[in-house]
Structure formats: structure tokens, C-alpha cells
């Protein structure tokens, strides 16, 4: 080919490039049913009070807490998992660079320095020896006629972006698991200051109904009683002892640390976060594009989109013009006419490998169907996520109201009768009865407060609270 006949197939070629085969990818629609509105919304959003946005970037503060917030900015910092997904980020990030280089052309060099001896009969009255010496530099480059090259990038940025979404989730979810498990264990503390407080309200009442028994007052059924009793509320002391024990282990290990290294800083009890009076829901809309594990199911379903194009391209021939320059002679590195050079446009068509290529598209268009679906359905969870967060949020609020009013009316119960019991108006079982009920209703009152707080937490989660302020950026 001449010089130009090369120069004209290289405009054709640059003029071509344009085009890329396969679909261009289109953002998935909303579903025509997608409310406008939460079912539940209304009735969990409450009145009054402002509620708290949705979508607060911090919104552990929102409790008012500053241990838990500590816990939760340490664990955004050093989290294990947390660490893994961000190098995941990282390696998609490092491979979204390497296929940009496919734009350019590939230019390698190599040299060789030798000494060569030859047969007398191969050196045809020329010196036998000689000192051999070659060096090179060769430059490969594709046109991307089809778009193979550009669908490519285009398939890894959406997988960068997809791990970056990946990344955020998982810290929405870090922070909610330090947040919930912070709960859980103060929680666990005010039930085992009930269960204290109620066995020695009840150890009172045995000294009490031993020292009638020794004044012949009152019957040994009295006595065993009261210790049964006694000894079933100093029962519960053990088991919340642990279950703290457990939740320590496991906020040290969220933030990074070995699991005994909190033992001191949490041992103290604290009070239990109050939850926000009202948060704000927003719109289905609006959480769709907030939530990162859609966004995640979406840059897939574009990356899969992008690999059809990437399987079509190979329908139709390569061309990739190809030089070369160097040396290569006998006994001196630049000796006149020792250069050399090739420019060469070269065309690899696997015409006949058609079967292949389209089983291949066919393959890619199947991925992309089943990812499409995959989509749909985060959607839909993400949907019935929200949904039951906002319900349960709300229940629990009203469960909250009345437990209160039984913890405090028991607790007046009690007192009564233990007053009217020492005053010999009432007998051992209503005192009995009365410290049973008192303590079911106060650990029920604070069982229920913490899942009170709990769930306020899963429904920021639920709406993608907690995005970070900061995130990696990816390659451009």
C-alpha cells in the first residue's frame, strides 16, 4: 500500500470511528405504578414537631448522642469491611484507567547486543565474526471503527461507579449496625437496672415476710413464695450481663478495635438514645435516587448494556495501523544504512467465526435481560424496605405510650401494696402479684424504648440515610 492509499484508509477509518455498534443505554423507567406517595407515610411522620430529613448525611447526631456518634465517625473510618469494599473501589478505579489506554496506541521498544560467528562456508569470503546490534521501537494502534474500544470503557466506568455505590451503602449500613447495637446495649443496661432494683425491692419484701415467720405471724408457704419469686428476678441479672458483654464485643470489632477494648468506655451505663419525633419520608421518587444499592443494580445493568456492544463489534473486521523504526547491522550501531522502518495498516476479520460472535451477543443480551430484572427488583425491596420501616416505626411509638402509662401505674401499684401489706390490710400474694406486674411493665417499657430507637434507625437506613460527606471520585 502507498503512502497514500494509507494516508486516504486512515481518514476513512477516523471518519468511521464515530459509530458504535450495540445498544446505547437507556435509564430504566419507572414502574407506571410507582406511587407518589408512602402508604404508610402519613401515619408515621406524626405532627407537630419539624420532622428530620431523610436523607441527613450524619444522621446518628440526630439521637443527641455523642459516644454513639464517636462510635459511628470511628467506624466510617476504620471498619474492616468498609476497608475491603473501598479497595474493591479502588481495583475497578485501576482498571477503568488501563482501559482508556486502549485509545491510544501501544508503542514498545526493544535493543539487542551480540557477537555472532558463522561457518566458514556460511560466511562467503565475509569476516566470520562480527558484532551484531539492533534496536526498535514499534507502534500499534486500533481503530475503534465499531466501538469496541469506547463500549469497553464505557462497561468498566459503569462497574467503578457501581462499586462506588456499593461502598456507600455499606456505610449506611456500618453506621446503622453501630447505631442499633449502641441502642441494644443501653437498653440492655436500663433492663438490668430494672431487674436490680426489682430484686431488691423483692429481697426486701422476703426479709419482711421471714421476719413475720419468725414472729409466728405468717406461714412458711408465705416464705417460700417470696423466694421463689426473689430468685426468679435475680435470674435475669446473669443473662442481660451478657447479652452488654456481647454488644461491647461487638462495637469494638465495628470500630476496628479487639472485641475487649471497649469494655471500659461502655461498662458505664448511659441513657437511651430518644429518638427523633418525626422523620421525613420524602417521595418513592426521590428514595429511588438516594438509595445506592439502586444505583449499584442500575451502573451494573449499564455495564451489561455496554458488553453487547462490546460482543458486537466483533461481527466486523479490526483495523489497526501498525509502524515500526529501528537499526539492526554488523559491527556498529549506526552504520549508514543500517536502518529500518515499516508502516502497515492491518485488517483481522474472523469472518467465519460468526457462530461464535453471536452466541456470545447472545449471552451479553441475556445478562442484560436478567440484570434489568435484578434492578426491578432492588427497586421493589427498596420500596417494601421503606414501607415496613415506616410502619413499624410508627406502631412502635404508640406501643411506647401506653408501656409508659403501665410502667408508671405498676410501679405506684407496688408501692401501695407494699405500704397496705406492712399495715396488715392486704396479704403476701397481692404484694407478690403487684412487684410481678411492676416489673414486667418496666422491662417491657424499656424493651419496647429501645426498639423505639431502633427502628427510627432502620428507617433512616431504609432512606438512605447516612450518604458520607466525602466519597472517592472516579476515574474521568
Known amino acids: ?16 470511528s464515530a459509530c458504535a455498534v450495540g445498544p446505547d443505554f437507556q435509564q430504566p423507567a ?27 448525611t450524619e444522621f446518628w447526631r440526630s439521637f443527641n448522642d455523642p459516644q454513639l456518634s464517636a462510635l459511628v465517625e470511628r467506624a466510617l473510618a476504620t471498619n474492616n469491611d468498609l476497608r475491603v469494599a473501598l ?8 482498571l477503568l484507567r488501563e482501559a482508556k489506554f486502549d485509545r491510544y496506541p501501544t508503542v514498545t521498544a526493544s535493543g539487542e547486543v551480540g557477537h555472532q560467528r558463522v561457518s566458514q562456508d556460511q560466511a562467503f569470503g565475509f569476516p566470520r565474526s562480527a558484532d551484531v546490534y539492533s534496536l526498535s521501537a514499534n507502534a500499534s494502534w486500533e481503530f475503534d471503527l465499531w466501538g469496541r474500544v469506547r463500549r469497553n470503557i464505557e462497561a468498566q466506568r459503569a462497574e467503578t461507579a457501581a462499586a462506588s455505590s456499593d461502598l456507600q451503602a455499606l456505610q449506611i449500613s456500618v453506621a446503622g449496625e453501630v447505631a442499633n447495637v449502641y441502642v441494644h446495649l443501653r437498653g440492655a443496661q436500663e433492663r438490668l437496672r430494672i431487674a436490680r432494683d426489682n430484686a431488691g425491692n423483692q429481697r426486701e419484701t422476703l426479709r419482711i415476710v ?6 409466728g405471724r405468717d406461714a412458711d408457704f408465705d416464705t417460700s413464695r417470696a423466694q421463689a419469686q426473689f430468685e426468679a428476678t435475680a435470674s435475669r441479672v446473669p443473662a442481660l450481663e451478657a447479652q452488654i458483654a456481647v454488644d461491647e464485643h461487638r462495637l469494638a470489632v465495628l470500630t476496628g478495635r479487639t472485641p475487649g477494648e471497649l469494655i471500659a468506655a461502655l461498662d458505664t451505663p448511659g441513657p437511651l438514645p430518644a429518638r427523633p419525633s418525626r422523620i421525613d419520608p420524602d417521595t418513592p421518587g426521590n428514595l429511588l435516587r438516594r438509595r445506592p444499592d439502586v444505583a449499584a443494580a442500575e451502573q451494573r445493568l449499564h455495564a451489561a448494556t455496554a458488553r453487547v456492544g462490546v460482543a458486537t463489534a466483533d461481527l466486523f473486521p479490526r483495523l ?42 447472545a449471552a451479553s443480551n441475556a445478562d442484560a435481560s436478567g440484570l434489568l430484572a435484578q434492578y426491578q427488583q432492588t427497586v421493589l425491596l427498596a420500596l417494601e424496605d421503606t414501607e415496613n420501616a415506616l410502619v413499624r416505626y410508627s406502631n412502635t411509638r404508640r406501643e411506647d405510650e401506653y408501656l409508659e402509662h403501665a410502667a408508671t401505674s405498676s410501679t405506684r401499684a407496688a408501692q401501695l401494696a407494699r405500704t397496705q401489706f406492712q399495715a396488715g390490710t392486704i396479704g403476701l400474694y397481692e404484694v407478690l402479684d403487684a412487684q410481678r ?18 427502628t427510627a434507625i432502620a428507617l433512616y437506613k431504609a432512606l438512605a440515610g447516612g450518604w458520607p460527606q466525602h466519597m472517592p471520585v472516579q476515574e474521568e
Open 87 to 94: 479497595a474493591h473501589y479502588d481495583s475497578d478505579n485501576a
Open 320 to 361: 489497526t495501523l501498525e509502524g515500526m523504526i529501528g537499526s539492526f547491522a554488523f559491527g556498529g550501531m549506526f552504520n549508514v544504512g543500517s536502518e529500518t522502518n515499516l508502516v502497515a495498516l492491518g485488517i483481522d476479520w474472523s469472518f467465519l467465526d460468526v457462530g461464535r460472535v453471536r452466541a456470545r451477543i
Open 210 to 215: 421471714n421476719a413475720r415467720l419468725d414472729a
Open 1 to 16: 500500500m502507498n503512502k497514500r492509499g494509507l494516508l486516504t484508509a486512515v481518514l476513512i477509518a477516523s471518519a468511521l
Open 437 to 454: 406486674v411492676q416489673l414486667q411493665a418496666q422491662d417491657a417499657f424499656a424493651e419496647v424504648r429501645t426498639r423505639s430507637a431502633a
Open 30 to 56: 419507572m414502574s407506571a405504578r410507582m406511587p407518589e406517595h408512602f402508604v404508610r407515610a402519613e401515619s408515621s411522620t406524626g405532627s407537630g414537631a419539624p420532622a428530620e430529613p431523610a436523607g441527613d
